[in-house]
């Protein structure tokens, strides 16, 4: 009986992918790639993000998956569609590849079709408790953004509401910008 290695965060890094992929507890899982929608309703997200960052000088916003480490040993690397990091998270100012070891103070999942709620589950407890700050989980097909922080219920905002973060001060936007551009 052969025993898998199972790979670091660091090992992983260096890899390359023929698709989307997360580490998980070790082992490279792959993952369904996105049709258009997810990625319009990502880059409307990460536009209204990046807009209220730069406002006030505020932070950095990821997006494509960039890694986030969720735990060590074994490792386990999600890449949330888009993600937050307050400027005073961030050496300089500026990301650089070790920046790969930072936790953000937002992590942003689009559900996809193919996306299961214990799935979704998993990741948000993964990332509150490696110190995200706040975990939204943006619903195409009902069209609501769901907020979760470790110390509160979670929050949902329905189409027609305005978002706004207990981690974002001052962010305002409004829920259905997000899916303008989708049927």
């Given amino acids: 009986m052969s025993v898998a290695t199972l790979l670091t965060a660091e090992q992983f890094s ?12 070790g082992e490279v899982v792959e993952m369904t790639r996105p049709e258009p929608p997810h990625g319009n309703v990502c880059n409307e997200v990460a ?13 950095l916003v990821t997006t494509n998956d960039s890694g986030v480490i969720t735990d060590r040993d074994p490792d386990t690397v999600r890449g949330p569609d888009v993600a937050f990091y307050a400027l005073s998270q961030i050496p300089g100012g500026r990301f650089s ?15 996809s079709p193919s996306n299961r709620w ?5 990741k948000i407890d993964e990332y509150l408790a490696c110190g ?20 509160l ?31």
């Fill in 14 to 25: 260096q890899m390359e992918f023929d698709g989307p992929v997360e580490l998980v507890r």
């Fill in 47 to 59: 536009f209204a993000l990046t807009s209220w960052a730069k406002r006030g000088g505020r932070g």
């Fill in 97 to 111: 590849p070790k920046s790969r070891t930072l936790v953000p103070t937002l992590s942003v999942e689009v559900l």
């Fill in 118 to 122: 214990s799935e979704m589950r998993t």
């Fill in 132 to 151: 995200v700050e706040e975990v939204w989980i943006v619903d195409c097909q009902r069209r609501t953004v769901e907020v979760f922080r470790g110390d």
């Fill in 153 to 183: 219920p979670a929050v949902e905002f329905k189409q027609d509401a305005q978002l706004v973060s207990r981690a974002l001060p001052e962010f305002v936007a409004p829920v259905s910008e997000f899916f303008a551009g989708i049927e």
